[in-house]
């Protein structure tokens, strides 16, 4: 039997958020996931909020989409994630926090061409991807976590958009896409911090 504790607060940001939307989601992307037990705690904040966080906790001093804390992670038949490209926590149950900063996701949504809405729900799942096990420093786990996350997206209803989405680029422009440089203040720069 699964059962999801989720506790989603929107503080010190204007941006509109749907905070019933988001719950639903997290709570199938975690059933797709097949988390067995979660309790998770979701803070959308704005970029003052997230840069003191990022500095703090990951000494980088700038604002960032998501920071992910995994407080406790067990399944009965394993003391890790799994290895696996898919389900890393089938079974199991996660404690963590996850913090998205509205600002931000209202900045990339706008470049991306989607709603913010929308980078929230891209924002929740990649934290909760973290907290899943899933890891994007390296190339190779970069590029699993992708396409899980893609692929609980997807589910959801959703075509997921990356500012380093070459179908994004200016037509006539050969230089970066739209969006930060990967070195700076994007997905890459949030790693999960287990405490």
């Known amino acids: 039997m699964t059962t999801y504790?989720?506790?989603?607060?929107?503080?010190?940001?204007?941006?509109?958020?749907?905070?019933?939307?988001?719950?639903q989601d997290l709570e199938r992307a975690l059933h797709q996931e097949q988390v067995a037990r979660a309790v998770l705690s979701v803070s959308i904040v704005d970029?003052?909020?997230?840069?003191?966080?990022?500095?703090?906790?990951?000494?980088h001093d700038f604002?960032?989409?998501?920071?992910?804390?995994?407080?406790?992670?067990?399944?009965?038949?394993?003391?890790?994630?799994?290895?696996g490209p898919a389900e890393r926590s089938a079974g199991a149950s996660i404690e963590g926090e996850i913090v998205v900063s509205a600002e931000f996701a209202a900045e990339s949504a706008e470049r991306c061409g989607w709603s913010v809405q929308n980078e929230l729900t891209l924002y929740v799942v990649h934290g909760m991807l973290h907290l899943c096990g899933y890891d994007d420093l390296s190339g190779s786990e970069k590029s699993v976590m992708r396409?899980?996350?893609?692929?609980?997206?997807?589910?959801?209803?959703?075509?997921?958009?990356?500012?380093?989405?070459?179908?994004?680029?200016?037509?006539?422009?050969?230089?970066?896409?739209?969006g930060p440089a990967?070195?700076?203040?994007?997905?890459?720069?949030?790693?999960?911090?287990?405490l």
């Open 63 to 83: 604002p960032t989409d998501v920071i992910s804390f995994a407080l406790d992670w067990s399944a009965d038949d394993r003391d890790s994630p799994g290895n």
């Open 147 to 178: 396409a899980r996350e893609i692929s609980i997206l997807t589910a959801l209803g959703l075509e997921p958009r990356y500012p380093d989405d070459p179908r994004l680029a200016i037509p006539g422009d050969d230089d970066e896409p739209p």
């Open 5 to 23: 504790e989720l506790d989603i607060s929107v503080s010190r940001t204007s941006v509109p958020v749907d905070v019933r939307q988001l719950q």
């Open 47 to 59: 970029n003052a909020a997230i840069h003191e966080l990022n500095r703090r906790h990951l000494q």
């Open 182 to 194: 990967p070195d700076s203040a994007s997905r890459q720069a949030a790693p999960e911090v287990r």
